[in-house]
Every structure is written in C-alpha cells, then in structure tokens.
C-alpha cells in the first residue's frame, strides 16, 4: 500500500470511528432502511391523485401502501433550490439559495445534509440519477463516490446537431441561444428503457439496492428521475399507451388578472428548444396552437409512463430482496409544472400549479392513508430522522410528518411556504413569499434589496383551484391582515443580497491567477470551476 493509500485509509477509519461514537452497530442494525426516490419536474398527474389520463400504476401501487399527501409544496419551483432547502433541512432565506447558478456549499460550505446525517447513525447513503441539482454532486453526502455511467447511445436521431447550428446561425447576434440552444423538446425514442440515462441509473441502483440489502447495515439509496423533465423523450411503446385525442389541451386559459406581470414567468425553459424557440409567453396575445398543445401533453404523460415503469422496477427488486417491511420508501418531485394553466408551460411561479407536488411515504409499521393537511418538503428531514430514530439536528428546519402517518386524519393545522426569485432588469429585483393555508393561497411580492411589500395575491380554495381570481381586494382587510402577520411571523421582512459565502468574482483591483491540481489518490476526483457568470463545468484530474 503506498503512503498515500495508507493516508486515505487512515482518514477513513478515523471518520468511521467518530460516526460510531453517534450510534453503536447493534443500534445501526436495527435501523430501517431508507428508498429515497425523486423524480424532476413531476407534478401530480398520476392515478393516484386522480388523473385519469395517466398510466402510473406503480407509483399508484406505492400510494396504495403508503400515505398519500395531498397538499405538498416544495419551497422554490425550480430545481437547484428546493432540492437545496429538503436536502439540508433549511429555508431558502436561511440557505442563501434561490436561483439555479448559486451551489448550496457556496452559500453554506459547512452546511449537513439529510444522507450527511444519517451516516452519523451508521447508515451507508448512496446516490444515483439527479439528486441535488446538476452538475455538482456533493461527494460530502455519500458514502461511496457516484458511480459513472456506461457510454449510452445519442437519444436523438442522426441529424441534430446539424439542425441546432442551423437554426443557430439564423438567430441574432445577441440572441441567447446562440450558444445555449438544445435539441428537440420531445422525441419518440426507438431505444430501450435501459439506453436511456434514467433506465441506465435504474439499472445501477438496483444492482446497489442489492449490494446493501446484504450488508448489514441500513442504507440510504437515493434515486433520481430527470424525467419529465425537458427534452421530453420516452422510449416508443410509452407513447403508444396514450391516445393523444384523449389528451384536452386547456381551452380559454389566461393569466390572472390584478396580479403583477412578474407573478409568472416566461416559457424561457421551453424556447432552450430547437423544436419550441418560438413558444409565446403567456403575456403576448398568440397561442400555442391545439396541435403542439396536445403533442406537448403526449409527451410530458409519456415521460411520466416510461419513469413509472422504471420505478415499478425498483420497487420490485425491493420486494425481490425481501426488504420492503424494512424500508421507508419515500417519493417525492421538485416541483410542479405548467401544462397550459395561466397561459404558461414549465415552472417557475408560486403558484399552486407550481409549488404543489407528489409526496408518497410508504413506512413499516404504518397504516395506508390521505393527508390533506398542508405539509412542505423541508418536513422530510426531521420526518426521517424520527422513522429513522436517530436525533433530529437543530439546524432542520421543517415539522415531522410522523404523527399525520400515524393519524393522517388528525386535526393539526399546518400551512406551507413557497418562494420565487424574479429578476426584470438589473434594478428590478422582487421576491415572492407564498403561504398556503387549508384554505387559502396568500402571496406577498416584496423589493429583494430592501424587503419593501410591493404587491399582494390571495386565492380562495374553498372556490377553485386554479387560481384564476385574485381576490385580494374583494374581502374583508381584516382577513388580509392576518394572512399577512402570519407570513411575517415566518418570514419577516428583510435585505437579501444573492452574493453567496463562496464565490469567484473578483474584488476590485484583484487580478486573477492561474490553478492547476493534481489527483494523488485512488480515486477520480472532480473539480467544478465557477465562473463570475455562475457557469460550471466539470472536469476529472
């Protein structure tokens, strides 16, 4: 063994034997193991929710054993910060994390996350698909390094990239995309489940999900589903199993009135596209036609379809190993997504359509259920930590949802929060705190430098779900009042600043210098430089 093997082990069991000192192994071996499932961009368009479109009968079976929550928010509706807030149990305003560019180590370097945790009690936590949100890993969360993928074949036809630099070459000078533009936004794949990236890492954590069933210990195995997330590309016979004419675009959809014009974004996400450059936002007077109206729902149902199965095979090697009476399997989404509603297709708001996702804990020990109360993914943390019986840190944030599995029809009046981060122009910046109630949806838009209150939503309900009518200045003040005292009391009025604790712009007069690495272990070791822009990009020494 060389020195510096020798080094890397010695460091190794010196991290064990401090883990040991927070739970003995007879303890660790009583713990349950944990399937932590995610999957991007899924909002509740499932059987189980009670879509009647979708086929998802694995996700559904999963519902069936499990408790169903009905009203689960995340806390931002895009990817890199709510992944952030459930991961280490904090608030977005605590974390420093709203935006995509911004990592959470940058903001919280010495921040402990939800697997970082339970390695202290003796559970191995491996990882698989997207977890956090891409490219950074957090090599801190696992006990093992992320396994790389095999070399899969191109999703898209022959032919794509060419299509992409011409349609590059017919933008503008300054047009975005002249750098930054995708391919197709769907695709009907003639590949196998497994040639694709989520039927490959399938594949790879069922062949782990069998490796640690053996071990003795409890684990930790995260899986993470991209799709449906864009481009929407689903092997062939998933398309197949929808008829698109069954498929109703909505008819008549429009933004909500008396809201500002930053309560909803753009569509940006779709027009990375080459196939959907030309998508309207949902303020300009065009339509997306009926036609790729209802391609878009085929696609984004037969995504759903095609990850459904891939689950359904997780959770039969599960049952396979004989491990299901002593697992939590807990499913969950980022966040919700737009298919049509308020004019709008992706994410990206606080609205309901938006914040409100999948959330299905299946516990040993625990009767099925339906929790209509409101709860957030920030509960999951302290929620595992209790199932899990080891010590919930000071630093999780959230509310343990075990008491609702064990009584899913208690009483206990709960509300959830959301937030999003809108950026118009670079003296135009606003956050918006959303509050949803059992009852109601209460949005408060605020000035992100100084906290200022700029503009106020409220959303009966009682009366619809959709959202369509502000009614904010249609009921009594002292009902706004109160809403508005109650999301103070949670989160006050403040500065914020999206500089985070780490991060590569250069002070004034700074000039910046050249750094190279070097591996001298066993091991790949990955290297994420930032740019002043926020970019990263990886790269193996």
């Not at 195995?221 to 929407?232: D, K, N, T, V």
């Not at 780490?502 to 750094?515: K, T």
Request: proline fraction near 8%; charged fraction near 25%.
């Amino acid at each position: 063994m060389s020195r510096t093997s020798r080094r890397i082990a010695r460091s190794f069991w010196f991290g064990l034997g401090i883990s040991l000192l927070w739970s003995t192994a007879a303890e660790a071996e009583q713990r349950p193991n944990i399937l932590f499932i995610a999957v991007d961009d899924l909002r509740p368009s499932l059987g189980c929710y009670g879509d009647e479109l979708a086929i998802s009968p694995h996700i559904d079976s999963l519902a069936n054993r499990g408790t169903r929550f009905d009203r689960a928010y995340c806390q931002v509706a895009v990817c890199n910060p709510s992944r952030a807030s459930l991961m280490t149990g904090q608030r977005p305003d605590d974390l420093g994390v709203w935006t995509l560019p911004i990592h959470f180590r940058e903001a919280r370097p010495l921040a402990v996350t939800l697997p970082q945790w339970l390695r202290r009690f003796g559970y191995t936590a491996v990882s698989h698909g997207k977890i956090y949100h891409n490219p950074t890993p957090d090599p801190q969360s696992w006990s093992e390094p992320i396994r790389p993928l095999p070399q899969l074949p191109d999703a898209y036809p022959d032919g794509t990239r060419g299509r992409i630099r011409a349609a590059q070459l017919e933008l503008p000078r300054n047009d975005w995309r002249k750098n930054n533009l995708r391919g197709p936004g769907t695709g009907i794949s003639q590949l196998d489940e497994q040639q694709l990236v989520d039927g490959a890492r399938t594949e790879m954590a069922i062949e782990d999900l069998k490796r640690l069933g053996k071990s003795g210990q409890p684990f930790f195995l995260a899986m993470g589903y991209i799709r449906p997330h864009l481009p929407w590309i689903a092997p062939e016979k998933f398309w197949k199993l929808h008829d698109p004419a069954k498929l109703k675009p909505i008819q008549n959809a429009f933004v909500t009135p008396n809201t500002p014009e930053y309560a909803l974004s753009n569509n940006y996400e779709l027009r990375h596209y080459v196939d959907l450059m030309d998508i309207p936002t949902p303020h300009e007077s065009r339509e997306v036609s009926e036609q790729q109206a209802r391609h878009l729902l085929h696609a984004y149902y037969a995504c759903v379809t095609y990850v459904d199965s891939l689950i359904g095979q997780l959770l039969k090697a599960l049952d396979d190993e004989g491990l299901r009476d002593n697992t939590i399997v807990v499913l969950w989404s980022d966040h919700g997504w737009k298919l049509g509603e308020h004019r709008g297709w992706g994410k990206m708001s606080n609205y309901e359509i938006d914040t409100r996702v999948p959330l299905i804990i299946a516990a040993p020990g625990h009767e099925p259920g339906v929790v209509n109360q409101p709860v957030e993914l920030l509960d999951l943390f302290p929620t595992l930590c209790e199932l899990a019986g080891v010590e919930r840190p000071d630093f999780a944030a959230g509310s343990s949802l075990a008491g609702l599995l064990a009584n899913p029809n208690s009483a206990e009046s709960r509300v959830a929060y959301s937030q999003y981060y809108r950026r118009l122009g670079d003296d135009e910046e606003y956050m918006g705190y959303a509050m949803r109630t059992p009852t109601h949806r209460f949005v408060e838009w605020r000035e992100f430098a100084t906290g200022k209150p700029t503009t106020l939503e409220l959303y009966d309900h009682r009366e619809e779900h959709a959202e369509t009518r502000n009614i904010v200045h249609d009921v009594p003040s002292q009902l706004v009042e109160q809403l508005q005292q109650q999301l103070l009391e949670s989160h006050p009025r403040k500065p914020l600043q999206m500089t985070p604790a780490v991060h590569s712009n250069p002070s004034p007069g700074r000039q910046q210098a050249p750094i190279s690495f070097r591996n001298e272990t066993d091991s790949d070791l990955y290297v994420y430089p930032i740019t002043t822009a926020g970019r990263r990009a990886g790269r193996r020494v």
